[in-house]
């Protein structure tokens, strides 16, 4: 047997890895030390990025409830092995929306990555398209969703709808029009989350020029060169650029609020009319409730995303996990993806094993973007993927359409009922 430390598995000799990638990511700088996972990028990330841009990026809402909720739910399941069966020939490849992916893992969407990294956005996406997995570009982004899809055509789009109905077709057809196939509208961002959190750290929308702003980007100094000034030279202020289909405002402009007007106001036939003009995939994001997700699916999506928005939203929301299985049988007709606080590949098994058809992870992509740039990206979606492939083996399975709820066992039994 020869062990391919790469791929983190175990090849028969003469027989290539399941899964690899076009090419070995290129190598961390040293200063990063050694990264194992991707809880080491967020220490990274918390040392080279400024107080106030690390606390928008981890921090979640008010009392944090939903974000540790979210870490939390995976002790709630432990995990049933089986033995003597060959798994050599593993694969972590998955099928999705008629798509082959390298991994049941792609990148959530996240605001404002070009703040955090240089270029975020698009170190993400090509990062993701050399590693062959889905990446959901943002709405609130700083970097044209044009460039995004250029430089990589699988990447997909997430909108936030605008406030009236010739705003959210006017975004439509632009989005359209760049030529993306698959449109994700997130719905749990009805109105401003109360994220006291980034106040305390000095992050404000708009962002506010201050004295412990200035003082944070000269303590950041990597930071302050390789991204805030490099951007400034190059590319001029960042504007929220794809919230609507004209470029929004600068980061800086008092009217940053005035584009993510409240939505309070839409409806299901919003998703109606946006289904009878969207020729492509159409997923809807931020679901938790059953009812919810059947109107879904009745109004024409042809995915799901569970989702608390990581708990960026309401404080003492329910994890996605929890309600995963009741939302996987009363929708059987369609896909059902998951996001929100996955870090391990164990993680990622246990959402699979639940029903859970593909998982999107976001924080710690950014980490990576914002310590290495798209090199750190790869690397981050390479030790996922291992992850998962290591797992796999250790679980006895050889195929992610292999897990059910038969490789779990509530971690103790007075809980079972509700961990579901």
């Not at 960026?312 to 009363?330: E, G, N």
């Amino acid at each position: 047997m020869a062990t391919d430390p790469s791929a983190g598995r175990v090849a028969p000799a003469g027989h290539a890895p399941a899964v690899s990638s076009p090419e070995r990511p290129a190598a961390l700088p040293a200063r990063l030390g050694q990264v194992l996972c991707l809880d080491d990028f967020e220490a990274a990330a918390r040392r080279h990025l400024p107080r106030p841009v690390f606390a928008y990026v981890s921090g979640g809402v008010e009392r944090n409830r939903s974000l540790r909720a979210n870490a939390q739910a995976f002790d709630a399941w432990e995990f049933v092995t089986r033995v003597l069966i060959d798994t050599s020939r593993r694969s972590t490849e998955t099928a999705l929306l008629g798509s082959t992916w390298s991994a049941p893992v792609g990148i959530a969407p996240m605001g404002l990555c070009a703040l955090s990294a240089y270029r975020g956005d698009l170190a993400i996406t090509q990062a993701a398209a050399r590693e062959n997995v889905p990446m959901i570009m943002s709405g609130s982004s700083l970097i044209r969703l044009e460039e995004i899809v250029q430089a990589n055509p699988k990447a997909w789009f997430q909108a936030y709808l605008p406030g009236t109905e010739a705003q959210i077709v006017a975004l439509i057809e632009r989005v359209k029009a760049a030529g993306y196939g698959t449109l994700v509208l997130t719905l749990d961002a009805s109105i401003a989350s109360n994220r006291e959190n980034n106040i305390r750290a000095g992050f404000s929308t708009p962002l506010r020029p201050s004295l412990r702003l200035a003082w944070e980007g000269l303590t950041h100094p990597r930071w302050l060169f390789g991204t805030f000034l490099k951007t400034l030279a190059r590319h001029g202020m960042p504007h929220f650029e794809n919230n609507h289909a004209h470029r929004g405002v600068p980061i800086l402009s008092k009217n940053v609020l005035r584009d993510f007007s409240d939505r309070g106001h839409l409806g299901w036939q919003h998703i109606r009319m946006i289904r009878a003009m969207w020729p492509g995939q159409l997923v809807i994001k931020g679901i938790l409730d059953v009812r919810d997700a059947r109107a879904a699916v009745e109004t024409g999506a042809d995915g799901l995303i569970i989702s608390n928005h990581g708990g960026r939203q309401l404080d003492s929301t329910v994890s996605p996990l929890r309600v995963l299985p009741d939302i996987v049988q009363a929708c059987p007709e369609v896909p059902v993806m998951i996001d929100s606080g996955f870090r391990r590949g164990t993680d990622v098994l246990k959402a699979l094993a639940l029903g859970a058809k593909f998982v999107f992870v976001g924080r710690p992509f950014n980490y990576a973007a914002a310590v290495a740039g798209q090199d750190g990206v790869r690397k981050a979606i390479s030790l996922l993927r291992e992850e998962v492939s290591r797992d796999m083996a250790m679980l006895g399975v050889t195929s992610v359409t292999d897990l059910s709820t038969d490789c779990l066992m509530p971690a103790d039994p007075r809980t079972a009922s509700s961990s579901c």
